[in-house]
């Protein structure tokens, strides 16, 4: 039986981890000595939203990625916790795509079913992770923020790391871009799209972020807004204030100059260009590199890292998503067995050969249906490993494919539309207030504001 297992972060993946603990100790069993370092004042990650941009208030990098007025950009029923259903926590059903608050209430309500708190170390960053190979176990070396005091290196026979992959933004360059006279932001710090009223803005990118901040700027009042792509456009039907172009090239001042020749005079630029993989607290062997895809390369069953830690050092969460709460839910229930030495895993050899099919499947995918369904199948196999400790079906892959088909027919009235849950068989209700016209969006219009 294991000692003492390190958990980093306590966003969903951390606290899943957490839940799944404290469950098996509830029920009598016996689990190790848990410590969970979180560098924020709270837990929920990226969820529990912050105000500020760059630095926090102990001059750490501030992780949240939130902005005001997000919403859910999938249907809530993809992401209900088969165990905690939204009927469950909220009394009864509530539309397909809440706002940012609602979600991070039902979150805290399937958190605090269990008793987590106690494990969770808050406003305590981690400096290093090293594997110590004579001893086959870790010191992990941490920084308590409200103290400014680096403390003594604590021993750990199994890390578990689950800080996320989206709050350290990745940054292009472009010619010309250091005399822009506007301002000029990555996604991570756009905080409130009423900023932007009147405003002419140049959004890089053609994934979720440049999407959805899209949508947010025309829904408060943004003039115009062109979205500038790499590889390919997002080609959705867009309103006549809003349109796609190829890559932007330089800037002359103001003036945007793309890849078709064309320009366009710009007051804001906001780089939509995703987010980096970065464990700078981690030694070298124990580090992911990857970019942000559906399955990283080095993890067996996308959990345990192969290059380093001798199978003790595992990732949670670390995939590009279309699953998320339950992927991370499931994530997490793996790692715990395998920790618990409930999960009987095969010789070096065969988990490299495993992992390394499931990357090249993940290069062969041609388009967001066939990741759907590869994601599907990740998930399932996770669940099915888990056996009778997670007897629930995860596979919402038809649920996905439809919100596909709605968001190609009209990207401004997708969150309109209503889903089922897929535990409940109860039909989510259409909101009082289109999406595009709901300006506000605190939990409590949300749940109780009439048509």
Sequence with gaps: ???????????????????????????????????????????????????????????????????RYLWSNGPKECLEFPQYTF?????????????????????????????????????????DVVYN??????????????????????????????????????????????KFPGRVLHAHDFRDANEFAGKNLLLIGASYSAEDIALQCLKYGAKSIICTWRSKPMGFKWPK???????????DGKVAHFKDG???????????????????????????????????????????????????LLYCGVQDQYYTYTMFDVCALWAVKYIEGEMAIPDEK???SDWKAWVARNKSLKDGHEEIDFQTAYVEELARDCGSDYPYDLDVGEMFHTWKGHKANNILTYRDQSFASKYTGVQSPIHHTNFMYALDDSLETFMHQKK
Aim: charged residues 25%; proline residues 5%; neutral net charge.
């Design 1 to 67: 039986m294991v000692g003492k297992v390190c958990i980093i972060g306590a966003g969903p993946s951390g606290l899943s981890v957490l839940c799944w603990f404290a469950k098996m100790k509830r029920e009598g069993r016996v689990i190790p000595d848990i410590t969970c370092f979180e560098k924020q004042s709270s837990f929920g990650g990226l969820w529990n939203y912050s105000w500020r941009t760059g630095s926090d208030a102990h001059g750490e990098p501030v992780h949240g990625s939130m902005y």
């Design 87 to 127: 009927e469950e926590h909220f009394g009864k059903a509530i539309p397909s795509f809440p706002p940012r608050e609602v979600l991070f209430d039902y979150l805290k309500g399937r958190w605090n079913k269990e008793e987590i708190q106690k494990y969770i170390k808050f406003n305590t960053v981690v400096r």
């Design 133 to 178: 190979k004579a001893t086959d176990d870790f010191t992990v070396s941490v920084k308590n923020l409200q103290k400014d005091q680096v403390m003594d290196g604590e021993r750990f026979d199994y890390v578990i790391v689950a800080s996320g992959h989206y709050s350290v933004p990745n940054i292009p360059t472009f010619p010309g871009i250091e």
């Design 241 to 251: 204030e809003a349109e796609e172009r190829p890559l932007v090239q330089r800037f």
């Design 262 to 312: 064309s320009s366009a005079e710009v007051d804001v630029v906001m780089m939509c260009t995703g987010y980096l993989h970065k464990y700078d607290y981690l030694r070298e062997e124990l580090r992911l590199k990857s970019r942000n895809v559906l399955y990283p390369p080095g993890l067996y069953k996308g959990i345990v890292w192969q290059e380093g830690g001798n199978g003790k």
């Design 350 to 352: 065969t988990r490299e």
